[in-house]
Protein backbone atom coordinates (compact mmCIF):
# COMPACT_ATOMS: atom_id res chain seq x y z
CA UNK A 1 0.00 0.00 0.00
CA UNK A 2 1.77 3.05 -1.27
CA UNK A 3 0.57 6.65 0.58
CA UNK A 4 1.66 10.15 0.93
CA UNK A 5 3.05 10.51 4.05
CA UNK A 6 4.29 14.08 6.01
CA UNK A 7 6.67 13.69 8.74
CA UNK A 8 6.50 16.59 11.22
CA UNK A 9 10.22 16.38 12.95
CA UNK A 10 12.51 19.12 13.99
CA UNK A 11 15.37 16.40 14.62
CA UNK A 12 16.28 16.44 10.84
CA UNK A 13 18.66 13.02 11.98
CA UNK A 14 15.41 11.34 13.05
CA UNK A 15 13.20 12.37 10.09
CA UNK A 16 15.91 11.79 7.46
CA UNK A 17 16.20 8.23 9.03
CA UNK A 18 11.77 7.84 9.18
CA UNK A 19 11.95 8.94 5.74
CA UNK A 20 14.33 6.18 4.59
CA UNK A 21 12.60 3.48 6.27
CA UNK A 22 9.41 4.50 4.98
CA UNK A 23 10.33 4.97 1.94
CA UNK A 24 11.81 1.51 2.03
CA UNK A 25 8.24 0.24 2.47
CA UNK A 26 7.14 2.09 -0.72
CA UNK A 27 5.59 5.63 0.68
CA UNK A 28 5.81 9.02 -0.82
CA UNK A 29 7.75 11.04 2.35
CA UNK A 30 7.50 14.57 2.78
CA UNK A 31 9.25 16.28 5.80
CA UNK A 32 8.11 19.68 7.22
CA UNK A 33 10.93 20.83 10.29
CA UNK A 34 8.48 23.09 12.07
CA UNK A 35 4.41 23.35 13.03
CA UNK A 36 3.76 26.05 10.66
CA UNK A 37 5.17 24.15 7.64
CA UNK A 38 3.05 21.28 9.21
CA UNK A 39 0.19 22.97 8.21
CA UNK A 40 1.18 24.30 5.23
CA UNK A 41 2.45 21.34 3.76
CA UNK A 42 -0.59 19.18 4.94
CA UNK A 43 -2.99 21.97 3.19
CA UNK A 44 -0.76 21.69 -0.08
CA UNK A 45 0.06 17.91 0.08
CA UNK A 46 -2.97 16.31 1.25
CA UNK A 47 -1.04 13.61 3.02
CA UNK A 48 -2.42 10.37 3.63
CA UNK A 49 -0.77 10.30 6.94
CA UNK A 50 1.22 12.55 9.10
CA UNK A 51 3.94 11.11 11.19
CA UNK A 52 3.45 14.27 14.19
CA UNK A 53 6.52 15.33 16.87
CA UNK A 54 4.85 16.77 19.78
CA UNK A 55 7.81 19.40 20.66
CA UNK A 56 7.83 21.13 17.53
CA UNK A 57 9.29 24.97 17.07
CA UNK A 58 6.84 27.68 16.07
CA UNK A 59 3.53 25.65 16.24
CA UNK A 60 3.37 22.65 19.00
CA UNK A 61 2.54 19.55 17.77
CA UNK A 62 -1.07 19.67 19.93
CA UNK A 63 -1.75 22.83 18.12
CA UNK A 64 -1.06 21.69 14.58
CA UNK A 65 -3.02 18.09 15.44
CA UNK A 66 -6.10 20.77 16.58
CA UNK A 67 -5.82 22.80 13.34
CA UNK A 68 -5.66 19.71 10.82
CA UNK A 69 -8.28 17.52 12.26
CA UNK A 70 -10.71 20.84 11.93
CA UNK A 71 -10.12 20.96 7.93
CA UNK A 72 -9.41 17.30 7.27
CA UNK A 73 -9.38 13.52 8.13
CA UNK A 74 -6.10 12.87 7.33
CA UNK A 75 -4.36 9.96 9.62
CA UNK A 76 -2.00 11.17 12.75
CA UNK A 77 0.40 8.74 13.94
CA UNK A 78 1.88 11.18 17.11
CA UNK A 79 5.64 10.89 18.41
CA UNK A 80 6.85 12.37 21.69
CA UNK A 81 9.37 12.15 24.34
CA UNK A 82 6.39 12.72 27.02
CA UNK A 83 5.50 9.63 28.10
CA UNK A 84 2.45 10.55 30.80
CA UNK A 85 -1.52 9.57 30.81
CA UNK A 86 -2.41 12.56 30.51
CA UNK A 87 -0.41 14.03 27.28
CA UNK A 88 -1.74 10.32 25.53
CA UNK A 89 -5.02 11.12 26.33
CA UNK A 90 -4.61 14.90 25.36
CA UNK A 91 -3.41 13.88 21.72
CA UNK A 92 -5.95 11.11 21.35
CA UNK A 93 -8.66 13.97 22.38
CA UNK A 94 -7.43 16.00 19.53
CA UNK A 95 -7.66 13.16 17.05
CA UNK A 96 -4.24 11.53 16.75
CA UNK A 97 -5.17 7.59 15.52
CA UNK A 98 -2.38 6.58 17.57
CA UNK A 99 0.76 7.71 19.43
CA UNK A 100 4.06 6.67 20.02
CA UNK A 101 6.63 7.68 22.72
CA UNK A 102 10.28 8.33 22.09
CA UNK A 103 12.61 6.04 21.69
CA UNK A 104 10.80 4.11 19.61
CA UNK A 105 11.80 1.49 16.64
CA UNK A 106 11.62 3.02 12.86
CA UNK A 107 10.23 -1.02 12.00
CA UNK A 108 7.75 -0.31 14.66
CA UNK A 109 6.93 3.19 13.30
CA UNK A 110 6.60 1.29 9.78
CA UNK A 111 3.85 -1.37 11.08
CA UNK A 112 2.03 1.01 12.96
CA UNK A 113 1.62 3.31 9.99
CA UNK A 114 0.38 0.24 7.34
CA UNK A 115 -1.98 -1.20 10.13
CA UNK A 116 -3.86 2.84 9.99
CA UNK A 117 -3.62 2.71 6.25
CA UNK A 118 -5.63 -0.66 6.25
CA UNK A 119 -7.88 1.02 8.99
CA UNK A 120 -8.18 4.43 6.95
CA UNK A 121 -9.03 2.08 3.68
CA UNK A 122 -11.48 0.02 5.93
CA UNK A 123 -13.50 3.25 7.11
CA UNK A 124 -17.09 3.13 6.13
CA UNK A 125 -18.25 5.64 3.92
CA UNK A 126 -20.09 8.39 6.06
CA UNK A 127 -23.91 8.41 5.10
CA UNK A 128 -24.93 11.48 2.51
CA UNK A 129 -27.04 13.66 4.96
CA UNK A 130 -28.83 15.11 2.11
CA UNK A 131 -32.39 13.99 1.46
CA UNK A 132 -33.63 14.30 -2.08
CA UNK A 133 -36.54 13.98 -3.92
CA UNK A 134 -35.53 14.19 -7.53
CA UNK A 135 -33.87 17.51 -8.20
CA UNK A 136 -35.68 18.89 -4.48
CA UNK A 137 -32.52 18.46 -1.94
CA UNK A 138 -33.17 18.70 1.82
CA UNK A 139 -30.04 19.30 4.02
CA UNK A 140 -31.44 18.72 7.54
CA UNK A 141 -27.84 20.11 9.21
CA UNK A 142 -28.19 23.84 7.04
CA UNK A 143 -31.99 23.68 7.10
CA UNK A 144 -31.57 24.08 3.88
CA UNK A 145 -34.19 23.61 1.13
CA UNK A 146 -33.48 23.66 -3.15
CA UNK A 147 -34.88 22.68 -6.06
CA UNK A 148 -32.63 22.84 -9.02
CA UNK A 149 -29.86 24.34 -7.28
CA UNK A 150 -32.27 27.09 -6.57
CA UNK A 151 -32.59 28.35 -2.85
CA UNK A 152 -36.00 27.67 -1.15
CA UNK A 153 -37.52 29.60 1.43
CA UNK A 154 -39.55 27.35 4.30
CA UNK A 155 -40.98 28.48 7.69
CA UNK A 156 -39.65 26.09 10.77
CA UNK A 157 -43.45 24.21 10.26
CA UNK A 158 -42.61 24.00 6.74
CA UNK A 159 -39.10 22.39 6.82
CA UNK A 160 -40.07 19.81 9.44
CA UNK A 161 -42.95 18.71 7.31
CA UNK A 162 -40.53 18.03 3.95
CA UNK A 163 -37.97 16.74 5.81
CA UNK A 164 -40.42 14.31 7.80
CA UNK A 165 -41.65 13.33 4.06
CA UNK A 166 -38.18 13.11 2.31
CA UNK A 167 -37.36 10.68 4.84
CA UNK A 168 -39.41 8.17 3.27
CA UNK A 169 -39.91 8.91 -0.32
CA UNK A 170 -43.30 7.32 -1.58
CA UNK A 171 -44.51 6.36 2.13
CA UNK A 172 -47.64 7.77 2.53
CA UNK A 173 -48.24 9.81 6.15
CA UNK A 174 -51.49 10.27 7.59
CA UNK A 175 -52.14 13.84 8.90
CA UNK A 176 -51.72 12.14 12.44
CA UNK A 177 -48.22 10.89 11.59
CA UNK A 178 -47.18 14.56 10.42
CA UNK A 179 -48.86 16.34 13.34
CA UNK A 180 -46.89 14.16 15.28
CA UNK A 181 -43.63 15.18 13.46
CA UNK A 182 -44.13 18.68 13.98
CA UNK A 183 -44.95 18.59 17.80
CA UNK A 184 -42.60 21.56 19.05
CA UNK A 185 -42.60 23.53 15.80
CA UNK A 186 -46.21 24.92 15.88
CA UNK A 187 -47.84 25.48 19.40
CA UNK A 188 -51.02 25.00 17.97
CA UNK A 189 -51.03 22.52 15.42
CA UNK A 190 -53.70 21.17 13.91
CA UNK A 191 -54.76 19.04 10.71
CA UNK A 192 -55.92 22.35 9.03
CA UNK A 193 -52.13 23.93 9.41
CA UNK A 194 -50.58 20.61 8.07
CA UNK A 195 -53.08 21.36 5.12
CA UNK A 196 -52.17 25.19 4.76
CA UNK A 197 -48.28 24.12 5.34
CA UNK A 198 -48.68 21.63 2.57
CA UNK A 199 -50.53 24.60 0.20
CA UNK A 200 -47.54 26.93 1.22
CA UNK A 201 -44.94 24.25 0.30
CA UNK A 202 -46.78 23.51 -2.76
CA UNK A 203 -46.21 27.11 -3.88
CA UNK A 204 -42.63 27.33 -3.74
CA UNK A 205 -41.01 23.41 -4.99
CA UNK A 206 -43.84 22.92 -7.63
CA UNK A 207 -44.15 23.80 -10.99
CA UNK A 208 -47.91 24.39 -10.67
CA UNK A 209 -49.22 24.33 -7.25
CA UNK A 210 -53.07 23.51 -9.07
CA UNK A 211 -51.43 20.09 -10.71
CA UNK A 212 -48.55 19.15 -7.78
CA UNK A 213 -45.99 16.26 -9.02
CA UNK A 214 -43.95 16.25 -5.91
CA UNK A 215 -46.13 16.82 -3.00
CA UNK A 216 -49.00 14.26 -3.82
CA UNK A 217 -52.64 13.93 -1.95
CA UNK A 218 -53.84 10.42 -1.13
CA UNK A 219 -57.08 11.06 -0.92
CA UNK A 220 -58.44 9.68 2.15
CA UNK A 221 -55.39 8.96 3.89
CA UNK A 222 -52.32 11.56 3.47
CA UNK A 223 -49.78 12.94 1.81
CA UNK A 224 -46.79 11.25 -0.09
CA UNK A 225 -43.70 13.42 -1.45
CA UNK A 226 -42.16 11.76 -4.80
CA UNK A 227 -38.81 12.08 -6.72
CA UNK A 228 -41.46 12.76 -9.57
CA UNK A 229 -41.91 15.80 -11.62
CA UNK A 230 -40.53 18.17 -14.17
CA UNK A 231 -38.67 21.58 -13.04
CA UNK A 232 -39.93 23.56 -16.46
CA UNK A 233 -43.33 24.88 -16.91
Known amino acids: MCALILIAEDN ?3 AELLRRYLESDHHTVVLAADGRQAIDSARRHRPDLLVLDLMLPEVDGLDVCRVLRA ?4 LVLMLTARSTEDDMLLGLALGADDYMTKPFSPRELVARVRTLLRRGQQAPAQPDPLLRAG ?3 IDPVRHEVSVAGRQIECTPGEFRLLQTLASDLDRVFTREQ ?3 SMHGFDRYITGRTIDAHVKNLRRKIEVDSRRPKRLLTVYGFGYKLTAGGSDAP
Do not use: C, K, W
Request: glycine share 0%; aromatic share 0%.
Open 12 to 14: ADQ
Open 71 to 74: ESNT
Open 135 to 137: SLV
Open 178 to 180: LLE
